[in-house]
């Protein structure tokens, strides 16, 4: 069969055309499978993220009774046994001495131990909560980056818009939310009412 040979011996332009053609059908193939593989990614994590909300409020509905009384005990606790061990330490008597130092000791103990635990369930709520907040910051850096085009700017758009419409947060059956913020809330309350205790409880002063 003859073959098609220039004077230079090339190709003729036929075959450059044909070659080019290729070359642009296999980058299209690559780009629409980068799509469809970033497209999987994106469902994959939409779908993580919607059982992290489900996950959330099924903690809320089976805990969020215990979370309040373990709270609420705590903030009592420290209440009476601070409340408690100041009275001892204020009166003026010299007598149990040793029981008297027992009851100050147990008191504090009994405290720290209640505010420790509130701390860390408080803590670890927060924790969790920042962590899955830190999606959507990770979702807009992605939008930022160069060379997203628009269809996975959609699929980012669409996967914020559920990150922000999701609620994570972990609460004391409604009537607080578990944050870093209600440490220092439940501190102030707590010492408010140990001022209140100490001013009932002391003994009036006689002229």
């Not at 055309?17 to 980068?34: G, K, L, V």
């Not at 009774?65 to 100041?86: E, N, P, Q, R, Y």
């Not at 930022?144 to 700017?153: M, N, T, W």
């Not at 059956?173 to 209140?196: D, E, R």
Request: glycine share 4%; net charge negative.
């Amino acid at each position: 069969m003859p073959v098609n040979i220039t004077e230079n011996g090339e190709d003729p332009p036929e075959s450059n055309c044909n070659s080019t053609y290729s070359e642009s059908i296999t980058n299209d193939d690559s780009a629409n499978t980068r799509h469809e593989s970033f497209k999987e990614n994106i469902y994959l994590l939409r779908t993580v993220y919607n059982n992290i909300g489900k996950i959330i409020k099924l903690v809320n509905s089976a805990y969020g009774a215990v979370v309040l009384f373990c709270t609420m005990t705590a903030f009592f606790t420290a209440v009476f046994s601070i409340s408690l061990a100041f009275s001892v330490l204020g009166s003026q008597s010299t007598y149990f001495d040793e029981i008297n130092s027992i009851v100050v000791y147990l008191s504090i103990s009994w405290a720290c131990l209640y505010i420790s635990q509130t701390v860390a369930i408080v803590y670890s709520c927060s924790a969790t909560v920042t962590a899955a907040r830190m999606t959507g910051v990770l979702v807009q850096d992605l939008l930022l980056k160069p060379g997203v085009d628009k269809e996975e700017q959609q699929e980012l758009k669409e996967f914020l818009d559920q990150v922000h419409n999701t609620d994570v947060a972990f609460t004391g059956a409604g009537f607080f939310t578990m944050n870093l913020a209600l440490l220092p809330s439940m501190a102030g309350s707590v010492t408010s009412y140990i001022l209140v205790l100490l001013q009932l409880t002391s003994p009036e002063k006689t002229h």
